[in-house]
């Protein structure tokens, strides 16, 4: 089955799904993705946290009030999770731990949801792992 999205609500963000769904296309091929992009600054985000290994913006799509997106700003093979080793448990921890620091920044520490698509089954459409932080609103289970 396609995966399902709501649709974005500017015309550069059309343009910007428009890539998401190319590289979705391409599943995971290792090639480089618009993440390095928003990592070396080329493209404009809305940074929420940023430390040396670690960085958290906002999603351009958001799906709940609060929706930021914290990724390894190495990716170091971790393009999707199932491609998780032994050797990424020290940045896997630390991306959870930003996850928190994110939460608690945005004041949803009452509560909030951490999700990881991981593959074409998941819906993930950009191949740099990403945990998703969202919050600000009722959160429902089980989730599409
Ligand atoms: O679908 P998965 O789990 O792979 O999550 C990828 C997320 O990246 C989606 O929620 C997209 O909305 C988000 N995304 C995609 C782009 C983008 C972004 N968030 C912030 N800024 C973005 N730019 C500039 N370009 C994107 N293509």
């Known amino acids: 089955l396609p995966c399902r999205r709501l649709p974005f609500s500017t015309r550069a963000a059309h343009d ?3 890539a998401a769904k190319a590289a979705a296309a391409t599943a995971d091929s290792g090639a480089p993705t618009i993440f390095d992009k928003i990592i070396n600054k080329e493209i404009p985000s809305s940074i ?15 799906q709940a009030p609060v929706h930021v997106l914290v990724i390894p700003k190495l990716r170091n093979g971790l393009t999707e999770l199932a491609k998780a080793e032994g050797r990424h448990g020290e940045i896997l921890g630390q991306l959870l731990y930003a996850a928190k620091i994110v ?5 949803i520490l009452d509560g909030f949801r951490v999700v990881i698509n991981s593959g074409p089954t998941a819906c993930q459409s950009v191949y740099h792992l990403h945990l998703h932080v969202l919050g600000g609103r009722q959160m429902n289970w089980p989730p599409g």
Do not use: C, S, W
Not at 48 to 62: G, M, Q, S, T, W
Not at 103 to 107: C, I, M, R, V, W
């Open 48 to 62: 929420v946290y940023e430390d040396e290994k670690v960085l958290a913006f906002r999603d351009i799509n958001p």
């Open 16 to 18: 910007e799904q428009a």
């Open 103 to 107: 939460a608690e920044k945005e004041g």
